[in-house]
């Protein structure tokens, strides 16, 4: 299994990014992807995160209070993909983006990809 990130960049504070985030090879079930981050100096971070119920087969997201309402996580369960919309981008989000993914039991990390907002 491959998670295969993309979407990051340099933009000015109060801009938007959408990052993507695809998952391909021997996929059973995806239970859960979300995106962390990790700025320098600091531990990784969960940003948010879109969950399979075992139960009801429907979806739970969670984002950060601290990104709430201006990052949403979703996901195309057809593609295999989970973005991150970012708008309203401020100095302190700028880090290292990684999607993360729990796939047939089994836990993935892709490659990170670089955020920087500044003027």
């Known amino acids: 299994v491959q998670l295969q990130a993309s979407g990051g960049g340099l933009v000015p504070p109060g801009g938007s990014l959408r990052l993507s985030c695809a998952a391909s090879?021997?996929?059973?079930?995806?239970?859960?992807m979300g995106w962390y981050r990790q700025a320098p100096g600091k531990q990784r971070e969960l940003v948010g995160s879109i969950t399979t119920s075992i139960t009801s087969g429907g979806t739970i997201k969670y984002v950060d209070p601290g990104v709430k309402g201006r990052f949403t996580i979703s996901r195309d369960n057809a593609k295999n993909t989970v973005y991150l919309q970012m708008n309203s981008l401020k100095p302190e989000d700028t880090a290292v983006y990684y999607c993360?993914?729990?796939?047939?039991?089994?836990?993935?990390w892709g490659q990170g990809t670089q955020v920087t907002v500044s003027s």
């Open positions: 090879g021997n996929i059973s079930s995806i239970n859960d």
């Open positions: 993360n993914a729990w796939i047939g039991g089994y836990n993935y």
